[in-house]
């Protein structure tokens, strides 16, 4: 079953996957990896920004990413009309 | 009453909780408990997916390599978190529109190939079984600890408890009993965090704890410990990447990928009662693992602050080891804490320095179980920590077991070699395979290849160069056929497989390595640890190569994969075929 609105429903998907995804790896892999020496220069109370963000900060955006996905995802299978 | 006794009842008055929701839920109703869906709620799925995948690995053994890594050890944190992003956005919601039970059974039909299903089970039976070895290893470390032993015989004792545990069986696929088990592996690893963080800062959230100030003093409690270790020699505790920042990239990616390719917890998802609520049963799982996983960096670095201060009390003043307390005493009996006073002044130096460092072996798996008593916390709080200890290693250890004996009685047995087994016959296959794999798991576990932590990684290094690959591939393109995914699976699983060995011995029989496991000896420096991740590239690289040249899947198989990427249409899993 391949109608234009399936079509268009899976690359609306895709998109919202790989705008997660620049998310997910940018807080983890960019500011707790790559960039941690340079963001280690400025601080949220004890932490060094680079370092909370590996230990603390990414997890959180992590949560959140989820839930942003599942509820655009939400409102997509609506849109075009392929919610159970 | 004594620690011991106390941590008895506890961990006792916890096993009879475990089994008592058990029978209620049974006689509840037990079609919902095993169809795990219909009126569970997505919090509730999700907390009982946190419960079975925090294992010995997060509970017991993930704070204290921290604790002895610094920054070096966030690969954990990110990679064992990161993971359900990728879960949630490329796999779960489209396996739960599939509708089958085990992966080996998507990669079979996905691949219209009963070769690729079999190849499937032995990808997920290697790494399940490593993962189990990282499990017995902490359960080894937990009950060589509470029952006074040495590690070796707590080791045994703990196989037959998870012998008995797995096969009793039932339990596990019961969502109550694992919410129980949540509620008590993440109190017991909150309340010292609570209670250490506010002894040192004054601060009772340990997120906020760890970037506060030492209480009575305006120094941050993270430039205190950088300064303390580096004054002992030791890599800043903040900054130091351990072995390099390319390593730590691949480590995490490869945590991150494994976490989405492992079977135990793939299979939650199956069973969601919505495509919808595959979404955001993963959320919610992130949710209850991420509460224990910003807690156990507080803990860490406040572990290691205390066992610094305990061995040196004072500046250059350093512990009388006559007068040591009681904990090191504890620890000393299970063969995983030593001291030897090399310069004999009665005194325990602890240095960066080989030649005049006298804490000669502290296994950092240790730390977690030891944190309450290094600080001083009341015995209830010891026992607690013990009691969720075993409720982590358990619940994973059953798990794991289940999808190895499901993947051989199941998929190997019904699905490929003897279709027509009789019911009573793949249950007992089931159990045959159930205590071969603990019995194998044990036996690696007296000589584990790395602390229970770095156990695991391996495993979700295999399982991320293996499955992981073989079911984005299958979602996500339609022209990936079967030779593509078949040569995939195996050349990444190889790659990986030879890796690890060639570092950490054949079967991790350390004698049998033929290449140190030493950085020098490393391709482009990364660890075996973290090599799941360049398993993987090789794994996408040969399938789609592959692919290419071969001719693409017939048109089923190309509806099918149209029909996954849509929840309109679902049905509830099963397992006819």
């Known amino acids: ?84 | 009453m004594t620690l011991t006794s106390l941590t008895y009842l506890v961990v006792g008055a916890t096993f009879a909780l475990y089994i008592g929701i058990a029978i209620w839920a049974r006689a509840g109703s037990t079609k919902e408990f095993y169809i795990a869906g219909g009126g569970i709620h997505p919090i509730a799925n999700g907390m009982a997916t946190a419960a079975d995948w925090m294992s010995a690995a997060s509970f017991i053994s993930m704070a204290g390599l921290i604790a002895f890594m610094g920054y070096g050890g966030s690969v954990f944190l990110m990679g064992w978190t990161g993971g359900y992003v990728l879960l949630a956005m490329l796999l779960a919601p489209y396996l739960r529109k599939f509708g089958k039970f085990t992966v080996p059974e998507f990669i079979g039909d996905r691949y219209y190939s009963k070769a690729a299903r079999i190849v499937a089970v032995i990808c997920l039976i290697i790494a399940s079984v490593t993962y189990v070895i990282g499990q017995m290893k902490g359960i080894g470390v937990a009950f060589s600890r509470f029952l006074e032993v040495d590690y070796d015989l707590g080791l045994t004792i703990g196989m037959a408890i998870v012998f008995f545990y797995a096969v009793m069986g039932g339990m596990k696929g019961i969502t109550y009993t694992q919410i129980a088990q949540y509620c008590v592996l993440i109190f017991a690893f909150t309340i010292p965090a609570v209670f250490i963080s506010l002894n040192l800062t004054g601060n009772p959230v340990p997120q906020l704890g760890l970037g506060s100030t030492m209480l009575g003093s305006d120094v941050y409690l993270l430039d205190k410990l950088d300064a303390v270790v580096k004054d002992l020699g030791f890599a800043e505790y903040t900054t130091s990447a351990r072995i390099s920042q390319t390593n730590m990239f691949f480590y995490t990616m490869s945590l991150m990928i494994g976490t989405a390719g492992l079977p135990h917890v793939i299979i939650r998802f199956f069973t969601v009662p919505k495509v919808k609520d595959a979404r955001s049963s993963a959320g919610w799982a992130l949710v209850f693992i991420a509460i224990l996983y910003t807690t156990a960096p507080s803990v860490a670095a406040m572990a290691r602050l205390n066992l610094m201060n305990t061995i040196e009390p004072s500046d250059g003043e350093y512990m009388v080891y006559e007068a040591r307390p009681q904990w090191i005493r504890n620890w000393e009996q299970t063969g995983l804490l030593e001291f030897t006073d090399k310069n004999g002044d009665g005194r325990i130096q602890y240095s960066s320095d080989e030649a005049t460092n006298e804490l000669t072996k502290v296994d950092n798996d240790i730390m977690v179980l030891a944190n309450p008593e290094i600080a001083g916390l009341p015995n209830w709080v010891i026992a607690l920590v013990a009691a969720g200890g075993l409720a982590a290693a358990l619940s994973t250890a059953a798990g794991l077991l289940l999808a190895i004996s499901s993947a051989i009685s199941h998929d190997l047995l019904k699905g490929v070699l003897k279709p027509n087994i009789t019911e009573r016959e793949e249950l007992f296959a089931s159990r045959v395979a159930m205590a071969g794999a603990i019995a194998v798991a044990g036996y690696l576990g007296f000589n584990p290849p790395d602390f229970a932590a770095g156990t695991v990684a391996l495993a979700f290094g295999l399982a991320a160069s293996s499955i992981f690959p073989a079911l984005m591939m299958g979602i996500f393109s339609k022209r990936v056929n079967k030779q593509g995914a078949i040569a995939g699976m195996l050349a990444g699983l190889g790659v990986t497989l030879l890796y690890v060995f060639q570092h950490k011995g054949i079967m991790f029989v350390q004698s049998t390595a033929f290449l140190g496991d030493l950085p020098p000896n490393w391709f482009f420096g990364i660890e075996p640890n973290a090599f799941g991740a360049v398993g993987a590239l090789l794994n996408f690289a040969v399938a789609i190569a592959i692919s290419r040249a071969t001719p693409a899947p017939p048109t089923e198989v190309q509806d099918l994969v149209d029909s996954i990427r849509v929840p309109k249409g679902s049905e509830a899993a099963s397992t006819s075929h």
């Open chain 1, 1 to 84: 079953m391949k109608t234009p609105t399936r079509i268009d429903y899976w690359s609306a998907n895709l998109r919202l996957v790989a705008l997660c995804l620049v998310i997910w790896f940018v807080v983890s892999f960019g500011f707790g990896i790559i960039l941690v020496d340079w963001l280690n220069q400025f601080r949220i109370g004890g932490y060094k920004l680079g370092f909370w963000f590996a230990q603390q900060g990414s997890i959180y955006v992590f949560v959140a990413l989820i839930f942003f996905y599942a509820y655009r995802m939400g409102k997509l299978d609506k849109q075009h009309d392929v919610d159970e």
